[in-house]
């Protein structure tokens, strides 16, 4: 079992930056792989990032530049950091976990939800 906890988001101005934490209720490198999904109005839930328990990470292509994921043992805590916010961020960002070598993310937060003004 592995419970989820998002924090981190909020209502910001275009350009500006968040930085959005997941933490986790047991030691994530036992987590396979930890990932950041983002859920827009009236939009599929789609892929940000993901970071395995040796620190390899991987984004989706409309997601590099502006996203970074990463990871602090000792919280038990995955981070996203995201930069020069644009309006069309704006979505229900949430964190997942695999626990396992293949196969689909298992465990999900309650999401947090980031805000862009223009």
């Known amino acids: 079992q592995v419970q989820l906890v998002e924090s981190g988001g909020g209502l910001v101005q275009a350009g500006g930056s968040l930085r959005l934490s997941c933490a986790a209720s047991r030691n994530i490198f036992d987590i396979y792989a930890i990932a950041w999904y983002r859920q827009a109005p009236g939009k599929q839930r789609e892929l940000v990032a993901s970071?395995?328990?040796?620190?390899?990470?991987n984004y989706a292509d409309s997601m590099k530049g502006r996203f970074t994921i990463s990871r602090d043992y000792a919280k038990n805590t995955v981070y996203l950091q995201i930069d020069s916010l644009k309006p069309e961020d704006t979505a229900a960002y949430y964190c997942?976990?695999?626990?396992?070598?293949?196969?689909?993310?298992?465990?999900w937060g309650q999401g947090t939800q980031v805000t862009v003004s223009s």
């Open positions: 970071i395995t328990n040796v620190g390899s990470t």
């Open positions: 997942a976990a695999r626990t396992n070598l293949v196969g689909s993310y298992n465990y």
